[in-house]
């Protein structure tokens, strides 16, 4: 798609074309009455100019600002968002005493599919050495090919290449879920920290 165009002469071809003074496009070729010539087969871009104005030339509407039913009033699209997941715990921290399983949530407001998971995590300590093992859930469906669980800190590694999955399509209501394990044990005060998010498509 062209990023400009042309819409006229500043010195009267546009109010020209409007009132009819050019010939129809695809017409024989004849000879208007103020004496210019209109050849066949040519678009309106092409129009003869009475004088030597110049061209007015503005940049036409981006594609994303499509898909208005009215101004600020947005048709149904869809668009690529990320979804937060909250731990059951309210930390998202492992720790020795405390949290050796949690569950991260997100609930959907719109009809959401995830794509891409994200995993960041810190570990303080000799012993927080333990990979984050984990399910993913859409609903009360298992969107994986067995039950085991996966090392979402590979998967969900930020420069990770090819994992972006296609998960089940969810309506709103739905939770999506990760419940969450770690390979192997910490001891005290040893703790991992995680952060969980998706992105996925949206329906806006």
Do not use: C
């Amino acid at each position: 798609m062209a990023i400009y165009e042309v819409v006229g002469d500043v010195d009267g071809d546009v109010m020209g074309d409007v009132m009819g003074e050019y010939e129809e496009v695809g017409a024989a070729p004849a000879r208007h009455p103020q004496g210019h010539w209109r050849n066949a087969g040519t678009n309106r871009a092409q129009l003869q100019r009475r004088g030597g104005g110049q061209n007015v030339v503005i940049a036409k509407r981006p594609e994303w600002r499509d898909g208005q039913a009215a101004p600020g009033v947005m048709l149904p699209d869809e668009g690529m968002v990320p979804l937060g997941m909250e731990p059951d715990n309210g930390t998202g921290i492992f720790t020795a005493a405390g949290a050796t399983k949690i569950t991260w949530k997100g609930q959907l407001q719109k009809p959401f599919r995830a794509e891409r998971l994200l995993v960041s995590v810190v570990r303080a300590g000799t012993t927080a050495v333990g990979r984050l093992l984990g399910q993913f859930f859409v609903g009360v469906d298992l969107n994986m090919g067995a039950i085991a669980g996966v090392d979402i800190e590979t998967i969900g590694s930020p420069t990770a290449f090819g994992t972006r999955m296609t998960m089940l399509q969810a309506p709103p209501g739905v939770i999506i879920s990760i419940p969450t394990n770690l390979s192997s044990g910490l001891t005290s005060p040893d703790t991992i920290f995680a952060s969980i998010m998706w992105t996925g498509r949206i329906i806006h």
